[in-house]
């Protein structure tokens, strides 16, 4: 619900929630070990668990690093080439009727 939530604030169009589910519920289940792991975990008050949630977010920082340098070089060459939008003809035509043709 909070990537949803996040979402809607910065004003991002996801119209099938592919963000919050998959990126935003993927970010959970790494912090979530820190909390949940029966042998070092933060609710099964482990000494260790604190360092096991550090873990957890440096390398979730390594994760979202990497995608979003990677995303932003792949949409910046695309951009730059002019194959990532549709024409404005194909926007009003529609794309299924640009890739497909008439049915």
């Not at 004003?11 to 589910?21: I, M, N, S, T």
């Not at 998959?22 to 000494?47: E, R």
């Amino acid at each position: 619900m909070a990537g949803h939530i996040i979402m809607d604030k910065i004003g991002l169009d996801d119209a099938l929630e592919a963000v919050q589910v998959h990126a935003f519920g993927g970010m959970w289940g790494i912090i979530a070990v820190a909390f949940f792991s029966k042998d070092v975990g933060i609710l099964y008050s482990h000494p260790d668990s604190g360092r096991l949630l550090g873990i957890q977010l440096v390398g979730l920082t390594c994760m979202v690093s990497w995608s979003g340098i990677m995303s932003g070089i792949f949409f910046f060459v695309t951009n730059k080439l002019g194959v990532l939008r549709l024409s404005a003809t194909e926007e009003i035509i529609g794309s299924d009727l640009t890739y497909f043709g008439p049915l």
